[in-house]
């Protein structure tokens, strides 16, 4: 697979990392999300090389590699070591963006790649702060639940559906609940964040009518420049290590919109995290000069 068409470069020379996890083991009502990472890549090939928000064109500065996707396993304990495993050999110097696949993959790639205690951007229309759901602690469900047994903390926000129980754990953490969202209180929250930092984005966080292709649908949700605003102060806060991103829980759907808009916000991420570390300063001999010379 590749991103935008590009030829993958050796690991080592990249400056991003795609990491395709097609896991679906425990999603419990739309199916699908196993398709998301092919999907979303392939969609790649219609977005311009041009990002129109910082003005430049970052695969002309940086290389970047689409990793062999990570073999589901019919048993979750072992997918999730081997997930783990895989995450932890792989070099950090760079943007690492996971492409699920279930939101249950992100404690994961959190323990595979961020050993230090951080701070986890959680944006999600669900609490997923169950101790276990239908039988599996490794659940989708129990995601941001397993993220604070590894003694992170959590951000959350575009939260809209709660079970009861998980109200005390989201009295205890900070969040940012869908209704009533101030994003300026969001940006100012993330932009006081030092240290190591992982960014999720369950797909079900915007709003349905844009982003139809999710698993767990529910009304309300951010916009598209909600999240924008949210990516930007990410990538600009030069107080954070920021140790990778997943983008989970889409379903590729007929009209392809779903899909267009995850592989827009990829793009998004690497213009953002390129500009912010100057990559607009170096030699052109990024993936897509790559490309010209071949």
Known sequence: MEFQLLTNSPVNDADILILPVPWEKTV???????????AILEVTDQLEYYEEDIAWSPMKYMQVCVLESVAPHKDEIQFHANLINIVNKLPTDNLFIALGGEHSITPSLIKGRMPKNGSVIY?????????????????HACAAYQILSQEHSL????????????????????????????IEQVIKCINELTG??????DMDVFD?????????????????YQ?????????????????????????????????????KLMQKAISFWGKAKGFDHRKQNGSQIIMDNK
């Not at 605003?229 to 379903?251: R, S, T, W």
Request: proline share 8%; with cysteine; aromatic share 10%.
């Open 28 to 38: 419990c009502y739309k199916h699908g999300t196993a398709l998301a990472p092919a």
């Open 208 to 224: 349905p009518a844009l982003v139809p292709g999710v698993g767990t649908p529910q009304p309300g949700g951010i916009n598209w």
């Open 155 to 182: 951000i959350m926000v575009g939260i809209r559906s709660v079970f009861e129980p998980e109200v005390q754990y989201l009295s205890e953490i900070t969040t940012f609940m869908d209704r009533g969202l101030n």
């Open 196 to 201: 190591p930092v992982w960014l999720t984005i």
């Open 123 to 139: 944006l999600d229309a669900h609490a997923d702060l169950r101790q276990s759901y239908q039988g599996s602690e490794y659940s």
């Open 227 to 263: 999240c924008l605003d949210i990516l930007e102060a990410v990538f600009f806060n030069k107080n954070i290590e920021l140790y990778g991103m997943d983008i989970v829980e889409l379903i590729p759907e007929p009209s392809h919109v779903s899909e267009t808009i995850a592989a």
